[in-house]
């Protein structure tokens, strides 16, 4: 089972995300929240097999929140899930330790795609 942990400081998406994942029998979504630090202190007592991860998020932004999540649990892995594009944007996730990168246009099919792809341990990218 791949246990997952969604980040997003909107509720709907949090709750649209876990709605498309609910369908699947090898993922489950353990927890979620809606900050930076609230990703690091539930992905600490969670320990996830994936993190599903907004850039933007209050208080501390999801690239930051990325790094402390893997300096504590270096075999989660982390996808960002953002609206934001830029080369920046890509790049400090990635530099951050991102294991991947989807924009939420994404499809139902490649978003469980992705979260499988992550947790065996590769690269995703939008």
């Given at each position: 089972?791949?246990?997952?942990?969604?980040?997003?400081?909107?509720?709907?998406?949090?709750?649209?995300?876990?709605?498309?994942?609910?369908?699947?029998?090898?993922?489950?979504?353990?927890?979620?929240?809606?900050?930076?630090?609230?990703?690091?202190?539930?992905?600490?007592?969670?320990?996830?097999?994936?993190?599903?991860?907004?850039?933007?998020?209050?208080g501390?932004?999801?690239?930051?929140?990325?790094?402390?999540?893997?300096?504590?649990?270096?075999?989660?892995?982390?996808?960002?899930?953002?609206?934001?594009?830029?080369?920046?944007?890509?790049l400090?996730?990635?530099?951050?330790?991102?294991?991947?990168?989807?924009?939420?246009?994404?499809?139902?099919?490649?978003?469980?795609?992705?979260?499988?792809?992550?947790?065996r341990?590769?690269?995703?990218?939008?």
């Amino acid at each position: 089972m791949i246990s997952v942990l969604l980040v997003d400081d909107h509720a709907l998406v949090r709750a649209g995300v876990a709605g498309l994942l609910a369908g699947e029998p090898d993922i489950t979504v353990v927890g979620e929240a809606a900050s930076g630090h609230e990703a690091v202190t539930a992905a600490r007592a969670l320990r996830p097999d994936v993190v599903l991860m907004d850039l933007r998020l209050p208080g501390l932004d999801g690239a930051t929140a990325t790094e402390r999540v893997l300096a504590e649990s270096p075999a989660t892995r982390v996808v960002v899930l953002t609206t934001y594009e830029t080369d920046a944007d890509i790049l400090r996730a990635v530099e951050a330790g991102a294991a991947g990168y989807l924009l939420k246009d994404v499809s139902r099919a490649d978003l469980v795609a992705a979260v499988r792809t992550a947790a065996r341990g590769d690269t995703v990218l939008a």
